[in-house]
């Protein structure tokens, strides 16, 4: 019998998954050969290990085979409630040493999920600890790991044993050196810093952009941000007294005061999980109940550099690498926060010639580090605005500068007098679509003319949730006004449409939804629209004539891409209005 405390569960010799499967028609005996040489290869790995590391069939298939090949039910957690007695009568402690889930008590009978068939000898050893009569059935690991998390809560063990460690104050003030590894930290005893990395590890699996930590009278909530949205991250009772002793170590991590509790604090943590890098934002607010803590999580590297991946069509790419190959003006990407306005804009300075064409960036904060590219980081506090790095960036003859954000008067109106004296400026604006930028411009006392002269285009974006690719399945639920829309849009037929949805699975913790896909509206200026803007034309004026020379909203562009199948009709709607709609 393989260990089942660990993370990965195997399975005993006993169990012939690989038969089973063949028997099913899952894998081929091609398939199954190469299985078990890696096996042979691979020392304390059964076969539904190498399966998945192969990635050959889902995770539910190898273990549903495995239960099956053993004489057990296969259970999706996932799909049922589990009721509060049943989680009760199982002590965290037992939990998290044979990594099982109870599932019911029927009868006196209390059934148990397990990753790996049990034999009788732990069987034996439950039913003697729990003093009941123990059913076991089968679940993968990933479903498992999910419902503990779910109902105990994250950290559920460490948290118990810091209640019960009277040293806990002694433990608080460990000094953290940058660069540490989480995963290497988090084999630790139980500790504040093992609870905190526990908190930050399952983030960064979970490949989430922020970290909220909010504390209120009662409890302390926890949520991440992934694909977009704000996910709430169950957390064991007792951790709300533990609120304080988590903020100071996040504020020692990032090299901020820790007796200051009155004031708003911001600093920065850089961490490893394994060969990765992260850094860390951390901001800090103090509240009626105590600190809330954000932190906005950026991976060094996995940055996309390659446009198509970031969903730009074929047409999109060709447009936009001409754009950023142009001597002079500005480029605009617009959008709200968390867009991927940053990521664009980086994804296209990777694709020029940076040995024959010298390029400066002016952030607030550097996000991404790009090799042959000079980079400025802001310090407001001493003087180093956006628009004093400007006006020395200038001096040091560039042919690309990047603007971080074009946040007020002074520094748009000195991107535009660089743009028109020979310098490519690329920067973001906080606008709804692609021609409000130039309206916010005017507002922010350019003049009309100047901005007629330099702007050059306009990509305004939003990041829609991707399709979970492991459920994904037909949506029979659109409108027929949708239908129509959308059929209008890409000149086809709505019954020849091939709308789909996620329905949820383990693969995509049952949201339907695994990943995220930018979609566009592009506003390519010229001479008709410089005239245009000149006489102060309204948006809709010019917008309606940016419609009769082919301009594609981001609604269609969104529905475009829910025909191929990248997302849903229910993420374009989300993140588009009907203003979007051409008339």
């Known amino acids: 019998m393989a260990e089942t405390t660990g993370n990965t569960e195997t399975f005993s010799g006993r169990t012939d998954i690989l038969r089973i499967l063949q028997q099913q028609g899952e894998i081929t005996s091609e398939q199954a050969d190469q299985v078990r040489r890696q096996q042979r290869r691979s020392i304390g790995k059964g076969p539904a290990d190498i399966l998945m590391e192969m990635q050959i069939l889902s995770e539910e298939s190898i273990f549903r085979a495995a239960a099956g090949a053993n004489g057990f039910d296969f259970e999706i957690l996932a799909d049922q409630q589990i009721p509060e007695e049943s989680i009760k009568s199982v002590p965290v402690k037992i939990v998290m040493h044979y990594r099982v889930m109870p599932v019911r008590v029927e009868g006196g009978i209390l059934t148990v999920a397990f990753s790996n068939p049990p034999t009788m000898r732990d069987r034996e050893n ?104 704000l996910r709430v991250i169950p957390t064991p009772s007792g ?67 390659d446009l198509g991946q970031l969903g730009l069509e074929k047409e999109q790419m060709s447009i936009f690498s001409q754009l950023v190959e142009m001597p002079h003006g500005i480029v605009l990407v617009t959008g709200p926060t968390g867009s991927g306005k940053t990521t664009t804009l980086y994804a296209a300075l990777e694709k020029t010639n940076k040995t024959e064409r010298k390029v400066i960036t002016v952030e607030d904060p550097i996000e991404y580090q790009l090799e042959g590219i000079s980079q400025i980081q ?27 954000e074009i946040r007020d008067s002074e520094t748009a109106e000195i991107a535009i007098r660089a743009a028109l004296t020979g310098h490519l400026v690329l920067s973001t604006l906080h606008t709804n679509d692609s021609i409000g930028a130039v309206n916010r411009l005017v507002d922010m006392g350019c003049e009309n ?22 459920c994904r399945v037909a949506d029979e639920d659109v409108s027929d006004r949708i239908l129509e829309e959308i059929a209008e849009t890409l000149d086809m037929e709505p019954d020849d449409l091939q709308l789909t949805k996620g329905s949820g699975c383990v693969e995509c913790n049952q949201n339907g939804y695994r990943g995220r896909v930018a979609i566009y509206e ?62």
Not at 378 to 385: A, E, K, N
Not at 537 to 561: F, P, Q
Request: hydrophobic fraction near 40%; include cysteine.
């Open 378 to 404: 802001i310090h407001s506090s001493i003087g180093l605005t956006f628009s004093a790095a400007l006006r020395s960036i200038l001096r040091h003859d560039p042919d690309i500068i990047l603007v971080g």
């Open 449 to 470: 003319f100047l901005v007629a002269s330099s702007l050059r285009a306009v990509l305004a974006q939003r990041l829609v949730r991707r399709i979970c690719p492991h």
């Open 126 to 229: 439950m039913r003697l600890v729990l003093a009941t009569r123990v059913k076991p059935v089968i679940a993968t690991p990933s479903d498992i790991n999910r419902a503990i998390k779910q109902y105990y809560g994250l950290g559920a063990e460490t948290v118990m044993q810091i209640r019960q460690d009277r040293g806990l104050q002694d433990r608080i003030e460990q000094v953290v050196y940058e660069d540490q590894d989480l995963a290497e930290e988090s084999q630790d005893t139980a500790s504040i810093i093992h609870l905190v990395n526990q908190i930050l590890l399952e983030a960064l699996e979970m490949n989430a952009t922020d970290v909220h930590i909010e504390p209120f009278e009662e409890k302390i909530q926890l949520r991440y941000r992934i694909d977009g949205m």
């Open 239 to 305: 951790v709300r007294e533990l609120h304080a002793a988590i903020t100071s170590r996040l504020k020692v991590m990032a090299n901020l005061d820790i007796a200051e509790k009155r004031l708003p604090q911001d600093g920065r943590i850089r961490v490893r999980l394994g060969n990765e890098e992260f850094d860390l934002r951390v901001s800090i607010m103090p509240t009626r109940y105590g600190e809330t803590l954000n932190m906005r999580i950026l991976n060094r590297n996995t940055i996309f550099f």
């Open 522 to 583: 592009f506003f390519l200026n010229s001479e008709r629209f410089e005239d245009m803007i000149c006489r102060e034309a309204a948006n809709t004026e010019i917008r309606l004539e940016a419609y009769k020379y082919g301009m594609s909203t981001l609604r269609m562009d969104g529905w475009r891409k829910a025909q191929k199948g990248l997302t849903s009709i229910d993420e374009v709607l989300r993140l588009t209005s009907t203003a979007d709609i051409r008339y």
